[in-house]
């Protein structure tokens, strides 16, 4: 009798173990992925989200994909301690620094980076073709040249401010400007004291400037001088994005949340649907930033900026049905 009861006991012991283990790894692997219980009940997809670290952008991107993708995606905020140990699950960088960060953890994840520049993530995309993918938050050069061009109609000349290091990043967009008109000359400034002498000889030059991401030329330090050396020869500057418009910059091309956010939910069902993400795009709608004060004080008349982002791209229409035929 006694060795029943011992028997009964050791059982029961045994059960009770297996009963605890299960219970404890399945709580762990609730910590480290909380997607997974829910994953096992429903049909919804879980994505991750990398966030740039302000909180207000990282919430107003996350809200615009959400109602992108409905009830088909559950994005899950990505925890640092679950980059390492991930393996297919999708990942969406709010921005070069969390790209960066995701990219540094865990090289094998599909990451698909917003608000990022095509000369940051080309690269990457290249080499990593399907599993690395973006939604370009640069405008198209070629935008911004038109809009100079629908600005300042009798302009045929573009100046262009590089280094030797980013004039090549200008090259296709040389090649693009011959149907609307338009030639460019790039001018070197691979120093701060080539950078003025080489901004007043293409000021010289061209009927405007345009200005490309490319932070070693356009950024804080060096915005205020190429502004007022601009200014003091009536020339206006062109892009690079919205924020230089505030600066100072006559007028920039940009896409709205909106349109990025629906072109990332494409992204990342494509993923879904195939294993891999399409290539990094362009969107297709943009918008136009212009800044009233300095029109006015250049004596410029400038059309209202609606106007200048549907003729930008009625330009770019009409040439790609000419070229069509």
């Excluded at 173990?17 to 997607?35: D, E, G």
């Excluded at 198209?140 to 061009?149: M, T």
């Excluded at 070197?188 to 030329?217: C, H, K, M, W």
Aim: net charge negative.
């Amino acid at each position: 009798m006694l060795n029943s009861n011992r028997s009964g006991a050791t059982g029961r012991a045994s059960i009770f173990a297996r009963l605890t283990f299960t219970l404890v790894y399945s709580v762990a692997l609730l910590l480290v992925n909380p997607a997974f219980s829910l994953a096992q009940e429903t049909d919804t997809k879980f994505a991750y989200i990398a966030g740039s670290g302000n909180a207000a952008l990282d919430d107003h991107v996350t809200s615009l994909l959400t109602e992108q993708l409905g009830d088909q995606v559950a994005l899950e905020p990505l925890i640092e301690s679950q980059i390492a140990i991930l393996k297919d699950e999708p990942v969406i960088a709010i921005g070069p620094a969390a790209f960066s960060r995701v990219r540094q953890a865990n090289r094998d994840l599909p990451v698909l980076a917003l608000l990022v520049e095509r000369d940051f993530i080309e690269g990457y995309a290249t080499r990593s073709a399907g599993q690395v993918s973006a939604v370009y938050y640069d405008a198209p050069l070629l935008r911004q040249a038109l809009i100079g061009k629908v600005i300042l109609p009798q302009a045929t000349r573009v100046a262009l401010l590089a280094t030797t290091e980013s004039v090549e990043f200008y090259e296709p967009l040389i090649d693009q400007l011959a149907p609307y008109g338009l030639e460019a000359k790039v001018f070197i400034a691979d120093t701060e004291d080539q950078l003025i002498p080489s901004l007043i000889r293409a000021l010289s030059f061209g009927d405007f400037l345009l200005a490309g991401p490319d932070d070693a030329i356009y950024n804080p330090r060096n915005i205020k001088h190429i502004l007022l050396t601009a200014y003091r020869r009536n020339k206006i500057l062109i892009g690079p994005s919205q924020a230089y418009v505030k600066a100072g910059a006559l007028a920039s091309s940009y896409a709205p949340f909106i349109e990025m956010a629906e072109l990332a939910a494409g992204h990342l069902m494509a993923y879904f649907d195939s294993g891999s993400f399409p290539a990094p795009t362009y969107p297709e709608e943009y918008r136009v930033e212009v800044n009233q004060q300095v029109a006015r004080s250049l004596n410029i008349p400038l059309p209202k900026r609606e106007w200048i982002a549907q003729a930008v791209q009625n330009m770019i229409n009409e040439n790609s049905q000419e070229a069509d035929q």
